[in-house]
């Protein structure tokens, strides 16, 4: 399906584990973002990428690693899970040039217990 | 830096109420762009308007309409007749291409509860 999906919906993790979210989008997207969203602070940026293999640290990068070797696929990895990284993560594409609205993923719900 | 304010956490209407939600923004760059997303209860975001900084024409889009105004730096949103379906959050968002990044930062969002 065309679009932008992102995987698993749900994860429960135990501090300390890596666990990585994935983000794959079909429009080809030359930009994509990762954003966490929480209670009292809308969203976040962490990371964004403006091309394969050029990525560049958002408001809130620390704890978090990105790399982008294909244009369709942006995943976001926790090396380290901390209880302070429980959020809902949201991954999202736009074409700068074209429409500079940026369409969203579903999200990934993410507890570290 | 940019800044989005969303001064209303959250707002209840009865149905058929008009409601209007205020969005203030501060940004050094003259060109740039707004927007406003809607997280319905099941959580994904939806876009719903995009503006230029340079187009000041206000929009209406059936009971939506949005007043741009640059002079006092705000982007409101109205919600005319509203229904139970509006309850939501509803984020203002600003993207400029400062640095290329055209990165969104948004408002905190507020909360819209529309009661039958």
Not at chain 1, 72 to 91: D, G
Not at chain 2, 30 to 52: A, C, D, H, M
Not at chain 2, 96 to 110: N, V
Request: hydrophobic content about 30%; overall charge negative.
């Amino acid at each position: 399906d065309a679009g932008i999906t992102q995987s698993p919906r749900y994860k429960i993790t135990e501090t300390g584990r890596q666990v990585t979210l994935m983000c794959h989008q079909t429009w080809s997207h030359s930009y994509m973002f990762w954003y966490r969203q929480d209670l009292g602070h809308g969203l976040r940026l962490i990371y964004y990428s403006a091309a394969a293999d050029i990525t560049d640290k958002g408001e809130v990068p620390d704890g978090y690693v990105v790399s982008r070797s294909k244009t369709e696929n942006f995943p976001l990895t926790l090396e380290s899970a901390t209880r302070s990284q429980t959020s809902v993560y949201f991954c999202a594409s736009n074409e700068p040039g074209g429409r500079y609205e940026q369409y969203f993923g579903p999200g990934t719900r993410l507890t570290v217990t | 830096a940019q800044k989005v304010t969303q001064a209303q956490t959250e707002i209840s209407v009865v149905e058929k109420e008009d409601v209007t939600l205020d969005c203030v923004y501060e940004t050094r760059d003259t060109t740039y762009y707004l927007f406003w997303y809607k997280q319905p209860p099941s959580g994904e975001l939806v876009f719903l308007i995009r503006r230029n900084s340079f187009d000041e024409q206000n929009e209406i889009s059936g009971r939506y309409s949005w007043n741009f105004q640059k002079s006092t730096s705000s982007f409101n949103f109205t919600i005319t007749a509203s229904q139970v379906v509006d309850s939501a959050v509803y984020f203002c968002a600003l993207s400029d291409s400062g640095a290329g990044s055209y990165q969104l930062t948004f408002g905190k969002g507020t909360k819209l509860s529309v009661i039958p």
